[in-house]
């Protein structure tokens, strides 16, 4: 049995996961993590850095990703917005008009897409406005139509002419993607579409989408397509004609010339249309020539700008965030080679669902100046030995002037060392266990840099000022000089997963992350 997933079960996707977004039941963060992609252990590779791997998906392989996450920043509908392919109006080009009936068996004459979606229908102009092509001169004499050399510009609610070429373009104005929007969302390849469409009080936004409600305004169809020009028809310029179909108040002027049809004219464009015929019969029942075929172009929806994400087939979300030196929370002296969405991780130590602005998925030690010897490396292993067995870290961070060493903690450390695996080693039993630092154990170790250092087991709070003259926010709260990350590791549905090489990161700059998600 023959089956295909439909270009609008994507497009109800996209608008389901950007209103679960918007939903107080649910809360999303970007996060990044793995600041050692580099090194042969489970989950990287010594070649990470010039060929990241494809991440695989399975429970094991999530679970790996959670321990790893250094930091997260939550997602709001301010910072997530559907997006179509970035299509600029270029004088010479040619544009295809929108049509209902693209499919395999009827392909877009210039770009031979099999769907609506993948053709040239719409653009954007150097104002950032964006146009639906409603007719582009073509006809079954001229498949692909004339090049565009008027821009438009305009932001009428009504179908025009950009200019006075007579190109044959008409063009139905949408919207103009906001400076903010700009700012935040721009890309290389695609532009964004407004999230609220179908509720925005914005004046214009609201002006567009009831003109185009053809419920109420009788002017759904638009154009109707000159297939087959015919011949033998009755001359005369102007004769109107019913659009027939399973909709009501069609109506379209037709002009013969030499017995062909040589033009055509919405006078109504109607409603409640699927599908529509012109019936020619009163200057065709005496011809003994070729039929002409007229097509009425159905619009998606009520009409032209009345739902623009089926009119442009918005199928994916453009996920973005900000990262800066803004908190302790994600430090600038590490790096990172992992990206994720994660939905709902949990407050530590609880099941309720967290819901700050930003987390933290790192340990911290507040180590004590008089006990250090060297300094920490980003990314080497650490040891604490207990009485119990050995505490293992991986260093994200070293703070020189608070003296905080930030950590985390994967499998890596504990399973077998040669085969990355879980095939058995000497010492398992206790190799094999994770054990947490502890502020009465002994010195820690950086099996690199050789430094040692004992924790602070006096310090507690979410401040210091280790000068005398500044007090710094260390971001998290230390009980005994340790401090826990601020979610339950690994908590949350990992729905979006990136390997990318290492980024590093600098006070002096800020990453912006842009996600896109296809649907």
């Not at 910072?79 to 209902?100: F, P, Q, S, T």
Request: charge should be negative; hydrophobic fraction near 30%.
């Amino acid at each position: 049995m023959s089956a295909i997933v439909t270009d609008q079960f994507r497009i109800l996707n996209a608008s389901n996961f950007v209103d679960s977004i918007d939903s107080a039941n649910n809360s999303y963060y970007i996060t990044v993590g793995l600041p050692n992609p580099a090194i042969n252990a489970y989950g990287r590779s010594t070649t990470w850095n010039t060929n990241p791997p494809t991440p695989t998906d399975s429970i094991s392989s999530n679970a790996h990703s959670g321990d790893v996450v250094l930091y997260g920043k939550r997602i709001t509908g301010a910072n997530v917005r559907r997006i179509v392919r970035k299509l600029d109006w270029v004088a010479g080009n040619r544009y295809e008009m929108y049509r209902h009936d693209y499919d395999i068996n009827s392909p877009a004459p210039i770009t031979n897409a099999s769907r609506l979606y993948d053709a040239n229908y719409y653009v954007m102009n150097e104002d950032y406005r964006v146009y639906i092509c409603i007719e582009n001169g073509s006809s079954g004499n001229n498949l692909k139509g004339n090049v565009s050399l008027d821009q438009p510009t305009f932001t009428d609610l009504e179908p025009s002419r950009a200019g006075d070429s007579g190109d044959g373009y008409i063009w139905k104005y949408l919207y103009t993607i906001t400076p903010s929007d700009i700012i935040k969302f721009d890309s290389t390849e695609y532009i964004t579409v407004p999230n609220d469409w179908s509720t925005s009080t914005d004046t214009q936004i609201r002006s567009i989408r009831e003109s185009a409600d053809s419920s109420l305004n009788d002017n759904q169809i638009r154009t109707v397509y000159i297939a087959a020009e015919g011949a033998n028809y009755a001359n005369g310029l102007g004769q109107e004609f019913d659009l027939i179909g399973d909709g009501t108040g069609g109506k379209v002027r037709v002009d013969v010339e030499g017995g062909k049809i040589t033009n055509t004219t919405v006078v109504s464009g109607g409603k409640d249309y699927s599908y529509a015929f012109v019936d020619l019969g009163s200057i065709n029942s005496n011809t003994t020539g070729t039929s002409a075929n007229l097509v009425p172009i159905i619009p998606p929806s009520k009409g032209h700008g009345f739902d623009v994400y089926k009119e442009l087939g918005t199928d994916r979300v453009l996920v973005y965030a900000r990262f800066d030196d803004s908190t302790k929370d994600f430090p600038v002296d590490t790096s990172f080679a992992q990206v994720s969405i994660v939905k709902n991780p949990t407050k530590v130590g609880t099941s309720d669902i967290y819901t700050e602005n930003t987390f933290s998925g790192l340990f911290s030690l507040k180590l004590d100046d008089s006990s250090l010897s060297g300094k920490p490396k980003v990314g080497e292993e650490i040891v604490q030995t207990l009485s119990v067995g050995k505490a293992r870290g991986y260093v994200a961070s070293w703070d020189d002037e608070t003296k905080v060493l930030k950590y985390f903690t994967d499998r890596s450390l504990f399973i077998n060392q040669t085969t990355q695996d879980t095939q058995d080693y000497t010492g398992i039993s206790t190799n094999g266990r994770s054990y947490s630092f502890n502020s009465n154990g002994g010195t820690i170790n950086g099996q690199v840099s050789n430094f040692t250092g004992s924790i602070d087991s006096a310090f507690s709070g979410i401040t210091t000022n280790p000068s005398g003259t500044k007090l710094i926010n260390l971001g998290v709260d230390f009980t005994n000089g340790i401090a826990v990350p601020e979610i339950n590791k690994g908590s949350g549905e990992i729905i979006y997963l990136d390997n990318r090489s290492s980024i590093a990161r600098n006070p002096r700059q800020k990453e912006d992350l842009k996600i896109i998600l296809e649907f």
